[in-house]
Nanobody, 123 residues
Framework: DVQLQASGGGTVQAGGSLRLSCTGS????????IGWFRQAPGKEREGLMC????????TYADAVKGRFIISSDNAKNTAYLEMNSLKPEDTGTYYC????????????????WGHGTQVTVSS
């Protein structure tokens, strides 16, 4: 049974930092990719970043490039999203999701999703 557990959200002032974690179980972590998505109130879910544990490739959305960093600790079956220079427009519910092998920017290409973790950035 594939499970993803996202954690690390919270409230931070603009310019601050947070680190989100996504821990997976029930699947061979090394053969999968983990994507991070964000959904703001009234908006569609958008892809932010992804890391493939198969080939270590990473993808970034323009909105977070240069501010967010994605990494993984395969021994812990955990992917991380380090978020720096946070802006009020980064506020939303953050989700991690997984799919076999390679990254995709499209939410419907992911098979399993964790429960979201809320990030609020105050101005």
């Amino acid at each position: 049974d594939v499970q993803l557990q996202a954690s690390g959200g919270g409230t931070v002032q603009a310019g601050g930092s947070l680190r989100l974690s996504c821990t997976g179980s029930g699947f061979p972590f090394i053969d999968y990719a983990i994507g991070w998505f964000r959904q703001a109130p009234g908006k569609e879910r958008e892809g932010l970043m992804c890391i493939s544990m198969t080939d270590a490739k990473k993808t970034y959305a323009d909105a977070v490039k240069g501010r967010f960093i994605i990494s993984s600790d395969n021994a812990k079956n955990t992917a991380y999203l380090e978020m720096n220079s946070l802006k009020p427009e980064d506020t939303g519910t953050y989700y991690c999701a997984t799919r076999p092998y390679s990254c995709s920017p499209w939410p419907d290409r992911y098979d399993s999703w964790g429960h979201g973790t809320q990030v609020t950035v105050s101005s």
